[in-house]
């Protein structure tokens, strides 16, 4: 902990959400913590990457979505914690090297959302601190598709082909970072992929905080 963090906690008595200590939000010893497994996966069947089965870019995901890494995102989504999707941006950060990539792009907020922020766009601007990537805010939804959570992974996976469009400026030849705050079925994210390729991008890697263990072929 730094003297700033002590003067915060003096005149603003907040803490991290998981250990209690004195911290503007959750600290980089818990983050460090949860991230210790971290590593790049198969997009396509969570394996190692790169994966002897199957051709595409890397899931670089920071943990299981379990415990603490899961209830973290759970104050992010639904405590109107702000400050904590961009350390769990910044954690990411560390933990992985940069993709050759242009920029990043985050899933948009659902249309159906009540949320007044949406938390991949703040993963991805802790990112952007930490790897010196722009974000680039221009995925939509395309219409008012159920919203994903809670949905079984069957019903997951029907999400329309045409789910995104990119309303972004143009992005022809760039490479791009997709993150999102959780993985399920991958679903989402490949289809947030293919609006991108259809805009002429191409990309990079995925990146979210944390990974559902979903039994995919
Ligand atoms: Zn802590
Ligand atoms: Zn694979």
Redesign the pocket.
Same mark, same amino acid.
């Given at each position: 902990m730094t003297i700033v963090d002590y003067l915060l906690h003096f005149l603003w008595p907040v803490q =991290?959400p998981? =250990? +209690?200590?004195p911290?503007s939000t959750? $600290?980089s +010893? $818990?983050l460090d913590i949860l991230l210790r497994n971290s590593r790049s996966r198969c997009f396509s069947c969570h394996g190692e990457y790169p994966c002897p089965l199957h051709v595409g870019p890397p899931l670089l995901a920071g943990a299981s979505h379990l415990d603490k890494a899961r209830e973290l995102l759970m104050l992010l989504k639904y405590e109107n914690s702000r400050s904590i999707g961009l350390s769990l941006g910044e954690a990411l950060g560390r933990a992985f090297p940069v993709p050759e990539s242009d920029f990043l792009v985050p899933l948009p907020l659902h249309r159906n959302s009540s949320r007044g922020y949406n938390q991949a766009l703040l993963i991805a601007r802790g990112l952007s601190r930490i790897w010196a990537l722009p974000v680039l805010d221009g995925l939509s939804w395309s219409a008012s598709w159920p919203n994903q959570t809670g949905r079984s992974a069957a019903e997951r996976r029907q999400l329309p082909r045409e789910a995104f469009f990119w309303r972004g400026p143009p992005i022809s030849e760039k490479r791009t970072v997709i993150v999102d705050d959780v993985s399920t079925t991958g679903t989402t994210l490949s289809r947030a992929a293919r609006a991108l390729e259809k805009a002429g991008a191409s990309v990079a890697a995925f990146v979210v905080w944390t990974v559902a263990e979903v039994k995919k072929r």
């Open positions: =991290c998981l =250990c +209690g200590r911290a959750v $600290c +010893g $818990c």
